[in-house]
């Protein structure tokens, strides 16, 4: 157990749809990480939040969204859902103090229909 | 842009004997991390180990252990006496160190092993 928690575990939906995915980060952590995997693209760097701050984004639609709570977790919006955006999406956090090791949560399957 | 490649997408391996997994980075930055990231079945990312490129002594945890080559930017994971549990994705990994607090991490498209009893 890495101390990340997401929700949910699984998610279906139909196209167009709106969806938000859950993260809760390692206690103490301050930096929250978005990742997709899909079998085509791998596993991609979307968005990193830091102490609340959006500090870096990747390859992150204009569909998709986040933002980082005051009580450190995330939500990630995904919105006007297309069957491409089915993937597995992790969450992962870090703390500075200790350098870069990155804690991954169990992640969220989505499944677009 | 940093890119990450894994030139193996599958290898396998008998029980209690060692396989050595492949990576190979590019980058102009001098001060970074890489990692093995492993994936069972059960799809959670967990980190194998890490290797700071300023420290020339490579990383060693338990019966994991790398090959860091900086010069020839090459970092290969061996993972001695296999047992049945080390079946998974195996994800090399890249990011970048400093003052910043921006550590994303730039993936490999993975390597699966399977390890045979």
């Not at chain 1, 990340?4 to 930096?31: E, F, M, N, Y």
């Not at chain 1, 933002?67 to 993937?87: T, V, Y």
């Not at chain 2, 420290?55 to 020839?72: G, I, L, M, P, Y």
């Not at chain 2, 990011?95 to 991490?105: A, F």
Request: proline share 3%.
């Amino acid at each position: 157990d890495s101390g990340v928690t997401q929700t949910p575990k699984h998610l279906i939906t139909a196209t167009g749809q709106r969806v938000t995915l859950r993260c809760s980060p390692r206690s103490g952590d301050l930096s929250v990480y978005w990742y997709q995997q899909s079998l085509d693209q791998g596993l991609q760097f979307l968005i990193q939040y830091y102490n609340g701050e959006e500090r870096a984004k990747g390859n992150i639609l204009e569909r998709f969204s986040a933002q980082q709570f005051p009580d450190l977790h995330s939500e990630l919006n995904l919105s006007s859902l297309e069957l491409g955006d089915s993937a597995l999406y992790f969450c992962a956090s870090s703390t500075k103090v200790r350098g870069n090791e990155q804690f991954f949560g169990p992640g969220t399957r989505l499944t677009v229909l | 842009a940093q890119t990450v490649t894994q030139s193996q997408p599958e290898m396998s391996v008998q029980e209690a004997e060692t396989v050595t997994l492949s990576c190979t980075y590019d980058t102009s930055e001098s001060d970074y991390y890489l990692f093995w990231y492993k994936q069972p079945p059960s799809r959670q990312m967990i980190l194998v180990i890490r290797q700071e490129a300023y420290k020339q002594q490579n990383a060693t945890e338990n019966r994991f252990s790398v090959n860091f080559q900086k010069a020839a930017k090459s970092f290969s994971l061996k993972i001695s006496d296999s047992q049945l549990g080390d079946a998974a994705m195996y994800f090399c990994a890249w990011s970048l160190t400093g003052g910043g607090s921006n550590y994303k991490l730039t993936f490999g498209k993975g390597t699966l092993l399977t390890v045979n009893p």
